[in-house]
């Protein structure tokens, strides 16, 4: 009866004495360095500098990090603003008590964003082609990477899915739960991967990365449609909006699938005059 049904309490992180190594924060480490290499390769393949690589990782981790906190504060946790607006930047919290949590509260829609106007920024101080170029090929490590983070997010049991009503699914047990849930950071990174294996083949397979915007668009597409359905075995992240017909995660999707869209299929890049 039990044998689809996970007990999940795990160590959370490893304790080294001056330092807490978090398997969370691990997960993050590891999506940024294998993305350093998948980047690496492109390049490679592309003819671009070292030098640029270095640069590109630098603007990446700024943005993605600076992005994910900032949007989920903005869209699920504003009261942080006028509450504790210090652990807003730094990994602690100051009210009731100054305690350390790390970075805690991180929003793939704002992260999105942010590495959209970092590219810009890149773009624009040290490679010189267009913003597009550029995201075409780094959505592909990003793909990867969001795999990485959603096992973080189970490991920490959070974003967490709803009861399944049956003998199916995760008990968190550090939640003191005691009904299965639907373990719904599995869900997303299993369907990452294949959003990333998906992008990997188009990019080295075909002639698409020469179609300016597709690959960011396909991006888009797979990957918002993912979180879109996912939503819907999840728990609402802001529990007063539990009772909307979609979830502030479902309503931001939508636009960057309709953009992705947009890319993959009308947008034409301007041409030069002469």
């Known amino acids: 009866?039990?044998?689809l049904q996970i007990d999940w309490d795990p160590i959370k992180f490893i304790d080294l004495g001056f330092f807490k190594l978090h398997f969370y924060s691990l997960m993050w480490i590891t999506a940024f360095i294998l993305g350093f290499q998948i980047t690496k390769r492109i390049y490679k393949n592309e003819g671009q500098s070292e030098e640029s690589l270095d640069s590109l990782f630098i603007y990446s981790v700024l943005g993605i990090m600076l992005g994910a906190r900032l949007g989920h504060v903005i869209f699920y946790q504003p009261e942080l603003i006028t509450e504790d607006f210090f652990s807003i930047f730094l990994p602690f919290k100051f009210k009731?008590?100054?305690e350390f949590t790390g970075f805690q509260g991180l929003a793939s829609h704002g992260a999105a964003i942010a590495m959209i106007i970092s590219m810009y920024l890149y773009n624009k101080k040290v490679l010189h082609k267009t913003v597009l170029w550029i995201l075409d090929r780094v959505v592909i490590p990003v793909a990867l990477g969001a795999v990485f983070v959603r096992i973080g997010n189970f490991i920490n049991s959070e974003i967490i899915g709803k009861y399944t009503g049956s003998d199916f699914g995760v008990v968190f047990k550090q939640l003191g739960?005691?009904?299965?849930?639907?373990?719904?950071q599995l869900y997303e990174a299993f369907c990452y991967?294949?959003?990333?294996?998906?992008?990997?083949?188009?990019?080295?397979?075909?002639?698409?990365?020469?179609?300016?915007?597709?690959?960011?668009?396909l991006f888009l597409v797979l990957l918002w449609t993912v979180r879109f359905f996912v939503e819907f075995v999840k728990e609402a992240q802001n529990p007063e909006r539990a009772d909307w017909l979609l979830n502030t995660g479902q309503l931001l999707s939508i636009p960057f699938v309709l953009i992705g869209l947009y890319f993959m299929f009308i947008y034409k890049p301007k041409t030069k005059l002469s």
């Not at 739960?177 to 719904?184: I, K, S, W, Y």
């Not at 294949?194 to 960011?216: C, D, H, M, P």
């Open 177 to 184: 739960e005691t009904q299965p849930r639907h373990p719904a």
């Open 193 to 217: 991967v294949f959003v990333f294996l998906i992008l990997f083949y188009f990019y080295w397979k075909t002639k698409k990365s020469e179609q300016q915007g597709f690959l960011f668009g």
């Open 96 to 98: 009731g008590g100054f």
């Open 1 to 3: 009866m039990f044998l």
